[in-house]
């Protein structure tokens, strides 16, 4: 029978985890503390041990230690409910089998105990856990659960030498996350980023693959490709999606084979580089609508990790308050008003973690004293929706969708404003625009008479003219 040692100080988590596991056919020993814990072990050693990271005394991951002294192939589970990036990652390389974060889901953690207790062996470390530089993880901020699996996630793949794709918004901090990877892993050459927007179509071959001197009508000079740059490091493509399709084969040749072609070159040259790649849309969808290859897809998504939107994870929006004014000269000292925390807390954040930060270096200049209050916090914008598109060109995609579908557009005029466009509009087709309107504003009339560029008056005769007042 397999052996579970469970260590923490709440008597409640010890008590669930041995009703689950003695239910499942282990046989389970608890400790309040990890002195207990050592102490119980030197008669004989369990088949695995699940450990709490914050303990009285000895923490878990000083313990982990120690219990590698004494049998250096244990599989150990670390658990916490107050992880950080760093003490998930020291947790990883110092040898454990796996990361918990509370509160514990009982089904996912005997599925990992079963695990660890199949392989019977965690990675072996005797030596103390390797310092790392850990400059990124004081930018990457978060007490939610859904960071707390980003955290873990990060410090297990960070030494796994796979492809990483980074998932999520634009504003949620992917570029941090890409250089946490970088930071952990055992890469010792250059953290190389590629945003391929900044690159016009005409010259991102040149950029990413490099080329030899008059390969073209102005290369007058040899130049080496950002993808060889990298090598022995980390090449972080940003907003992969962007990349035409005609040069993603070559991309995933690179990955195949570890050889970059410069462009006007017959010889490859090698470049031994990790991929991180970052992308604010669907790769699935892209896939699908035939703008990115398939196959070059399923090597990038070997291992996910996704940005959850900072309106997912309201439970950090405070705290990363708290570490933007802290990282703002002029706002050191500075505290936010309990009228503006209620603010921050209430906002939708469309721009995410770099409208947060924004907002909170703005107030910080307009502060002249020491509390920000609600009237030093900047207007929220709403110029710029999750899509990324403005909402006039939402609404002109909306109305192309709509003439496509048989509805009729009058007028020949272009338009430059939602109001524009709204006045161009026939009573067939107004309707459907300003319920589309009031569903991307959430129902706020005032929000959707500000995107619509007319007042709020206006709109509200609308609604009632065409009954939508009553829907």
């Known amino acids: 029978m397999t052996r579970v040692l469970i260590v923490d100080d709440e008597p409640a988590i010890c008590w669930a985890f041995r009703e689950c596991l003695t239910d499942e056919g282990f046989e389970v020993g608890v400790a309040s503390s990890a002195a207990q814990a050592l102490a119980s072990t030197d008669d004989e050693m369990p088949d695995v041990i699940v450990m709490d990271v914050r303990m009285p005394g000895m923490d878990g991951l000083e313990a982990m230690?120690?219990?590698?002294?004494?049998a250096a192939s244990i599989p150990i589970i670390i658990m916490t409910a107050f992880g950080s990036l760093s003490t998930a990652v020291r947790a990883i390389d110092g040898g454990?089998?796996?990361?918990?974060?509370?509160?514990?889901?009982?089904?996912?953690?005997?599925?990992?105990?079963?695990?660890a207790a199949a392989i019977n062996s965690a990675p072996a470390s005797g030596d103390e856990m390797p310092a790392v530089d850990c400059a990124s993880d004081e930018l990457i901020v978060g007490s939610s659960s859904a960071m707390q699996e980003v955290f873990r996630q990060?410090?297990?793949?960070?030494?796994?030498?796979?492809?990483?794709?980074?998932?999520g918004e634009s504003g949620t901090g992917k570029d941090l996350v890409a250089r946490a990877i970088h930071q952990h892993s055992r890469r010792r050459g250059p953290f190389v980023p590629i945003c391929v927007p900044a690159f016009s179509d005409t010259v991102v071959e040149s950029e990413l693959f490099g080329h030899t001197k008059g390969a073209f009508t102005g290369a007058d000079v040899a130049r080496i490709g950002l993808l060889q740059q990298a090598d022995q490091g980390t090449a972080f493509v940003d907003e992969i999606g962007e990349i035409p399709l005609p040069l993603q084969v070559k991309l995933l040749r690179v990955l195949e084979t570890h050889e970059v072609q410069p462009v006007g070159s017959g010889t490859c040259r090698h470049s031994s580089f990790r991929l991180v790649a970052a992308t604010n849309r669907s790769l699935e969808a892209m896939v699908a609508e035939g703008t990115f290859r398939s196959d070059l897809f399923y090597r990038l998504n070997v291992f996910r990790i996704h940005l959850p939107p900072l309106r997912e994870r309201t439970d950090d929006i405070l705290l990363l308050a708290e570490r933007f004014l802290s990282d703002v000269g002029i706002g050191k000292g500075m505290r936010l008003s309990d009228e503006a925390q209620s603010i921050l807390?209430?906002?939708?954040?469309?721009?995410?973690v770099r409208e947060l930060r924004n907002a909170i270096e703005a107030a910080s200049v307009v502060c002249r004293g020491e509390v920000i209050?609600?009237?030093?916090?900047?207007?929220?914008?709403?110029?710029?929706?999750s899509s990324g598109r403005s909402p006039v060109e939402s609404l002109q995609l909306a109305v192309t969708h709509w003439i496509d579908d048989g509805l009729n557009l009058h007028g020949s005029g272009s338009f430059e404003t939602a109001s524009d466009l709204l006045a161009q509009l026939s009573g067939h087709t107004e309707p459907p625009l300003l319920r589309r309107v009031l569903d991307v504003a959430g129902g706020n009339r005032a929000l959707a008479a500000r995107m619509l560029g007319i007042h709020r008056d206006t709109l509200r005769e609308k609604l009632r003219r065409y009954g939508i007042d009553a829907e």
């Open 65 to 70: 230690q120690q219990f590698r002294k004494k």
């Open 154 to 167: 990060i410090a297990l793949v960070a030494e796994r030498d796979v492809p990483v794709l980074i998932t």
């Open 373 to 385: 209050r609600s009237e030093h916090l900047p207007e929220p914008s709403h110029q710029i929706n």
């Open 96 to 115: 454990a089998f796996d990361y918990l974060i509370k509160p514990i889901d009982l089904d996912k953690a005997v599925a990992v105990i079963r695990q």
């Open 345 to 352: 807390l209430k906002r939708e954040w469309t721009g995410n």
